[in-house]
């Protein structure tokens, strides 16, 4: 359970960097900031994403 965890706290670690890049290349290129714009947005998803299913599985073994 705790790898699951470990994953699920890694999306927003690779949000963060992936803010940061599209932050530090917004006057450089736009493109790449957009493109990097997605991926916080699919990382942030993704974290909720398995928050919810981390959570789901640790009730359905309690019962």
Excluded: C, G, T
């Excluded at 963060?16 to 990097?36: E, G, H, Q, T, V």
């Excluded at 993704?46 to 073994?61: C, V």
């Amino acid at each position: 359970m705790k790898i699951l965890q470990l994953f699920q706290y890694a999306y927003i670690i690779f949000a963060a960097l992936f803010l940061w890049d599209a932050i530090s290349n917004w006057s450089i290129d736009r493109n790449r900031s957009y493109m990097s714009l997605f991926f916080v947005a699919l990382a942030i998803f993704m974290f909720f994403f398995r928050k919810r299913f981390r959570e789901k599985f640790e009730d359905q073994n309690k019962k």
